[in-house]
């Protein structure tokens, strides 16, 4: 049986997918500011590690970093709901805009938009 990380084509998809993402998200007025300009590659090399493993591919993350906690990592940002609607507008472009069929992208957004949603940490 083939990974998620295998059916979309391995690292490649993720690296566009990653790399779009971050094209939104330096820019976008709320998400910016959360990320030192010298800190913007090292977060989109994490991200992009943290997914491939999640979806199937190399252990790299958790070799580097140890088991992924979310919710701590994320815990000392400021994460609310017009945060998480932010970055589910920023990462929505960004699946939107791989070469991938839509089964996949649905399969990615579900994921995407629960973890979204689960790393919320402030009340509006």
Known sequence: MSTFYDRVGGSAIFAELVSQF????SVDPILAPMYPSTDMKAAAERL?????QYWGGPDTYSQ?????????????????????DAWLSCMRGAVDG?????????????YLESAAIHLVNQPD
């Open 22 to 25: 971050y094209a939104r998200v």
């Open 48 to 52: 992009q590690l943290f997914l491939e």
């Open 64 to 84: 580097r970093r140890g088991h992924p906690r979310l919710r701590m990592r994320h815990g000392g940002f400021h994460i609310d709901s017009a945060a998480r």
């Open 98 to 110: 791989v070469d991938l069929s839509q089964e996949l992208k649905d399969e990615l957004w579900k």
